[in-house]
Nanobody
Framework: QVQLVESGGGLVQAGDSLRLSCAASGRTFSRGVMGWFRRPPGQEREYVAAIAWSGGSTAYAESVKGRFTISRDNAKNTVSLQMTALKPEDTAVYFC?????????????????WGQGTQVTVSS
């Protein structure tokens, strides 16, 4: 069965860094786009970042640009999100997602598979 499993969430202070990882099992996504989304408390799910299959193309939401870095290791079927200079407004459940298409997309509906999410809490 295909699964995406996130890890690395936790409670940190503002200004700290945290690295999220997502492992795909049961299927390879080396030819697909991987993305990270988040759902802040009481809000809708929102786009964070995405990376094309080659890793050469990435895109970020304006709110995280310059602070977050997405990367992937196709040999290990993993995608990571390095988060630095964290702010309280980054508090959310973070989800890893995958889509079979070649192009980066920012809409949740464009993604085929989702992980269960990992909680990130940033205290002020």
């Amino acid at each position: 069965q295909v699964q995406l499993v996130e890890s690395g969430g936790g409670l940190v202070q503002a200004g700290d860094s945290l690295r999220l990882s997502c492992a795909a099992s049961g299927r390879t996504f080396s030819r697909g786009v991987m993305g990270w989304f988040r759902r802040p408390p009481g809000q809708e799910r929102e786009y964070v970042a995405a990376i094309a299959w080659s890793g050469g193309s990435t895109a970020y939401a304006e709110s995280v640009k310059g602070r977050f870095t997405i990367s992937r290791d196709n040999a290990k079927n993993t995608v990571s999100l390095q988060m630095t200079a964290l702010k309280p407004e980054d508090t959310a459940v973070y989800f890893c997602a995958a889509r079979n298409g070649a192009w980066i997309r920012s809409r949740p509906d464009d993604y085929d598979l989702w992980g269960q999410g990992t909680q990130v809490t940033v205290s002020s």
